[in-house]
């Protein structure tokens, strides 16, 4: 049986999550990462996508967030989420209005990094699009 270890999801309008978890599974910005307890002392950041938690009671829950970074030690996990919301909670056309809203930023960037940061995270929103309307 998996150790236990606490794990907080916390977004600047609340903290989403503070519980005693078995596994939680972010998207790290250089791929998917699960962590346990006992986990290596790591410091990522995070790329729009579904955080999914597995409860020490066996429950699963998984959640959107937008972006962010976590604090793994070997005794617990703290993701601090630009924002986040449990995935039955999220709003349609929540992702619809990010994309709209960075492709007509899109239209206007002059700098290439700039342009090459909305790109990429226009396709980021599109892929996280699909997995939550599969779900």
Not at 62 to 89: K, M, N, Q, R
Not at 96 to 109: D, K, P
């Amino acid at each position: 049986m998996a150790d236990n270890f606490n794990f907080e999801l916390v977004s600047p309008e609340r903290l989403l999550l503070s519980e005693m978890v078995t596994e939680v599974v972010i998207p790290a910005t250089e791929g998917e990462m699960t962590v346990m307890a006992n986990h290596a002392p790591t410091m990522t950041t995070i790329k729009p996508g579904v955080v999914s938690v597995r409860f020490a009671s066996g429950k699963k829950q998984d959640y959107v967030v937008f972006g962010g970074f976590a604090d793994i030690l070997p005794t617990g996990c703290t993701l601090l989420a630009e924002s986040a919301v449990p995935v039955e909670e999220l709003q349609k056309d929540e992702l619809t209005r990010r994309i709209e809203a960075a492709r007509r930023e899109l239209e206007h960037a002059e700098l290439h990094e700039h342009k090459s940061k909305l790109e990429h995270f226009i396709m980021e929103m599109t892929h996280l699009s699909g997995i939550v309307q599969q779900d």
